[in-house]
């Protein structure tokens, strides 16, 4: 059967970005590999589309992440863009806030290995066990224990960090 | 009795054990609510996935617009209804586009100008500016070095400009007329590895150029003789002993009756015209100069000035492929720019909108064309950085 692209497009892009914005941790960036996987995806019919998507963008980014240095800045021109702008202060420290986790998060994600990252980003884009198994190889029988597992040690590294940052100051 | 695994823990918690197994997922439901252990291990793999989903969220939520999908097709180079664009064209496609146009251009050229000691051509560049003075006057004007670097090159490179001699034009020239040096000795003794023929060089690009003494002429340009007829023009009279050299000025080639002509009667008339690839031709003309042919091209370049290039018909030959060409393109040696031998040879300074003066010079050796062009250093770049292997 045809494969409606247009269709699965509207119904994937948001899950296929979140899933790159973890990747490379560059919205842009995330939104650039989407639409270059789209492309790429309109030469092929697969079987399950969303996996195939999200199996093609994870390969993109794989090379992405071979060449690119990653772009922590954007997340410290946050916190510029907060104290620039002069936002009202009662907002100002949750902005600041909320770039400190996601910049933690992203340090957190980094040590862990690339399949416990890859099943947790799989799982917050959305996909089922199933397609998390399709996309990354694994017996479906095991996802659960593999997300079990990349989630203790997502908080383990998260709370390593913070730990650090408590003593060390930074 | 056996207890229920971390990954049936979390599966149960996401929802999807029933998808799974519907047995295993009936029997865990079964256990948790007859085992206090189990149900203490989900509450805590509970606040496990909770706290997971949380931190993911805070980093990976982003407000994402969805753009249309025609932009998909458009990045595709598609039209809305699947067929292809016509606009679309792999890059690469562009690139071996580009190089038959160099191979087309050159290799014209090159059979246009057969070797360097059959004198078969040089190029002069010309100046335009919309409403610049006379180029020569210009010439004496500046003082400064200038330092390019070529950004776009393969290599890190820079052509330079040395200081303008304070000597005038005519001076420098009456200079060169005491020296009765053929063109080749001239060569020999500045150290410049023209090769003759395609398939001679040797040199690649270089990381460095090597500068010409100063105040010696740039390879090529042969000292006018010592007979020279007073208040001769310097050109001409470097013509006379320079086979090679146009051997005008240009205020001179600037007066010659040029006709516009297209470009096929163009290469027909030299045997094969030059021209930079991708760079859009504004005029091809011709002019017949004391029995001599002449062909003009005038291209607009992204900077704004216009690279004019008037080549010298000569006799026809094959010596060289193509790819023989490309091969010695890629690895013609950047020169050194000499304002003075730039003066001497004919090549003038323009000055471009902004009102920079700028000199420019590039020696595409072997290919037995040499091209002084006089832009702006951020054209030459761009015009440089065409004058490669794609």
């Known amino acids: 059967m045809s494969v409606n692209w247009s269709e699965v497009y509207a119904q994937t892009y948001k899950d296929l970005v979140r899933f790159l914005v973890g990747k490379v941790w560059d919205r842009e960036r995330a939104q650039d590999l989407a639409q270059e996987t789209f492309v790429r995806a309109l030469r092929h019919e697969p079987d399950n589309p969303r996996a195939w998507l999200f199996s093609v963008a994870a390969n993109l980014a794989r090379d992405e992440a071979r060449t690119a240095v990653r772009r ?52 917050s884009a959305g996909n089922s066990y199933g397609d998390i198994a399709e996309i990354t190889k694994l017996a479906p029988g095991a ?15 998260y709370e390593g960090l913070e730990n650090d940052v408590a003593r060390h100051g930074g | 009795m056996s207890h229920v695994t971390e990954g049936e823990l979390h599966a149960y918690i996401d929802g999807v054990l029933g998808a799974l197994d519907e047995a295993a997922n009936e029997r865990i439901v079964a256990h948790i609510e007859a085992c206090d252990d189990c149900r203490g291990r989900l509450e805590a793999a509970t606040e496990v996935r909770d706290r997971a989903s949380t931190l993911l969220d805070a980093s990976l939520s982003t407000p994402v617009e969805v753009p249309p999908f025609e932009d998909v097709l458009a990045r595709a180079g598609l039209e809305t209804d699947g067929t292809a664009s016509a606009d679309a064209r792999p890059p690469r496609t562009r690139r071996l586009a580009w190089a038959a146009s160099i191979a087309v251009a050159l290799g014209a050229g090159w059979m246009a100008n057969a070797s360097l000691r059959d004198a078969g051509s040089s190029l002069a560049m010309g100046e335009r500016a919309d409403s610049d003075p006379p180029a020569p006057r210009a010439v004496a004007e500046s003082n400064a070095r200038e330092r390019l670097e070529l950004g776009d090159a393969p290599e890190s490179t820079r052509i330079e400009t040395a200081p303008t001699s304070p000597l005038g034009r005519e001076e420098s020239t009456q200079r060169l007329a005491a020296r009765d040096e053929p063109r080749l000795e001239a060569e020999r003794e500045t150290g410049d590895a023209l090769p003759r023929r395609a398939g001679e060089s040797s040199a690649g690009f270089r990381s460095s150029v090597e500068p010409p003494p100063r105040n010696r002429p740039a390879s090529g340009v042969v ?33 010659l009756p040029w006709r516009r002509v297209e470009v096929i009667e163009a290469a027909e008339w030299v045997g094969g015209i030059l021209t930079l690839p991708d760079v859009d031709v504004e005029e091809y003309a011709l002019a017949d100069h004391e029995g001599r042919r002449l062909a003009r091209v005038r291209q607009r370049l992204p900077g ?69 062009a006089a832009v702006a250093p951020d054209s030459l770049r761009a015009l440089i950085s065409r004058v490669r292997r794609p």
Not at chain 1, 143 to 157: D, H, K, N, P, V
Not at chain 2, 223 to 251: F, W
Not at chain 2, 306 to 319: A, N, R
């Open chain 1, 143 to 157: 996802i659960g224990t593999t997300l079990a597992r990349a989630r203790a040690r997502l908080l383990a590294a």
């Open chain 1, 72 to 123: 922590r800045g954007h997340l410290t021109l946050l916190e510029n863009e907060a104290e620039a702008e002069g936002t009202v202060e009662s907002e100002a420290p949750a902005r600041l806030e909320d770039a400190e986790t996601r910049r933690q998060v992203e340090r957190a994600m980094e040590r862990l290995s690339e399949r416990d990252r890859e099943v947790l980003l799989l799982w």
């Open chain 2, 304 to 372: 704004g000035e216009t690279f004019e290039l008037v080549q010298l018909g000569g006799p026809p030959g094959l010596d060289a492929s193509a790819d023989e060409v490309l091969d010695d393109l890629r690895e013609a040696p950047r020169r050194m720019l000499d304002r003075d031998a730039l003066v001497r040879a004919g090549a003038v300074a323009t000055r471009d909108r902004s009102g920079a003066y700028s000199m420019g010079w590039i020696d595409v050796g072997g290919v037995q064309v040499r091209a002084s």
């Open chain 2, 223 to 255: 000292a006018a003789p010592p007979t020279a007829e007073p208040g001769a023009s310097a050109a001409l009279q470097k013509a006379a002993e320079d086979p090679n050299a146009v051997g005008l000025a240009p205020e001179e080639l600037e007066e």
